[in-house]
């Protein structure tokens, strides 16, 4: 029987504990969406295996110009982005610790002045999301995105390849394709948003194509033992309304990858950041149709994560917002101590405040 804080193997990673650190946007990026020095600490705080995570899950960082939704997100597809991760993988390798980087594209959840030359977002669908994202001005209401013709498709895949490239080339373990919370991915699966009548809309196995295509060739580029996915089959954020059969969707989605060896899979449970019962979902039932380590996300606390992964309900358990505030999380759900209380005004850009400045057990 396994325990939280045993070592586990992720395809073709090691990690030395199974708590892993979920992606979380920060808004911290320089210039050229470049990673800084900043950065470097935030993530060396929370790399050493014994006390922070196992795993460690970075940011979300956009595969291209155009898949960026928010002010100040890393990018890793430009050589200064590739620099710039270098030394957060040399950070975070230097505490013992191993990393994947989140490979994004916001899709439609974005707006003009975040996008190359002022033009609408891409999408699925030509259909404007009720949602916001974070530009200079704040929170404001998503752009009117357009529809990716189908011509356009390949080239959207290509990115995911360079950006999975350039995050070895810059010293990371593997890479996770997000193909949740109603960004780019998930604007093709769930046929609530996905209303095309080409090869990638209608039936669920044309919807299920471009996440099959990104993941195949990003396992074929740098190996399926270095590549995860994260999904969410039922979170209702950025205006992603329920599936009219996401059961059957998911399995099928993870059916198309199972010859792959994906090194994991990550799902959100419930509503991201909320219920987990927002709706009905069988996580048991999809978990057998992928092989390989199942790592769970959403509101874990450490008597229900010690549980997950002593009954073998996971191989893994993933914390966020624990994390932001609690650069020693691991030791902390060791020692059964109290976590630190988060900053809330100070998650969204800014400096240090609120994101290197938290104290850890033996400081405090």
């Known amino acids: ?203 669920a196995e044309n919807r299920v194509r471009l996440f099959a295509e990104v993941l195949t060739a990003v396992a074929g580029a740098i190996g399926g033992g270095r590549t995860g996915v994260r999904i969410s089959p039922v979170t209702p954020v950025n205006d992603a309304a329920q599936d009219s059969d996401a059961q059957s969707l998911y399995a099928l989605a993870l059916d198309k990858v199972a010859p792959l060896g994906l090194a994991f899979v990550h799902v959100v449970e419930g509503q991201t950041g909320g219920a987990r019962d927002v709706a009905p979902f069988d996580y048991a039932a999809l978990r057998r149709h992928f092989a390989g380590p199942w790592i769970v996300n959403n509101g874990y606390d450490r008597e229900m994560a010690l549980q997950a992964v002593a009954s073998g309900a996971a191989d893994a358990v993933a914390f966020g917002r624990p994390f932001i505030a609690n650069p020693d999380l691991g030791l902390r759900l060791q020692r059964g101590a109290a976590l630190n209380a988060l900053n809330v005004p100070k998650l969204y850009g800014g400096g240090a405040e609120g994101y290197t400045d938290y104290p850890t057990l033996d400081a405090a």
């Open 1 to 203: 029987m396994s325990t939280l804080f045993d070592p586990i193997r992720y395809g073709d990673i090691d990690a030395g504990s199974r708590i892993v650190m979920a992606p979380l946007t920060r808004n911290r990026a320089s210039a050229g969406q470049v990673p800084n020095d900043l950065m470097v600490e935030y993530y060396r705080q929370r790399a050493n295996p014994a006390t922070g995570a196992g795993l460690i899950v970075t940011e979300a960082a956009q595969i291209c110009p155009e898949g960026q939704g928010y002010l100040d997100t890393p990018g890793i597809y430009s050589p200064e982005q590739v620099a710039g991760w270098r030394r957060i993988a040399e950070a975070i390798h230097a505490e013992g610790g191993r990393a994947v980087i989140q490979l994004w594209h916001v899709g439609r959840i974005s707006h003009v002045s975040l996008q190359p030359g002022g033009v609408a977002p891409v999408s699925s669908t030509a259909r404007v999301a009720q949602s916001k994202t974070f530009t200079a001005d704040g929170f404001v209401d998503c752009s009117a995105p357009r529809a990716l013709r189908t011509d356009e498709i390949p080239g959207v895949v290509a990115a995911y390849v360079h950006a999975a490239r350039c995050a070895i080339e810059a010293g990371f373990d593997g890479v996770e394709v997000h193909a949740a919370n109603g960004y780019l991915i998930e604007q093709f699966l769930r046929d609530s948003i996905n209303d095309r009548t080409d090869a990638y809309g209608g039936s």
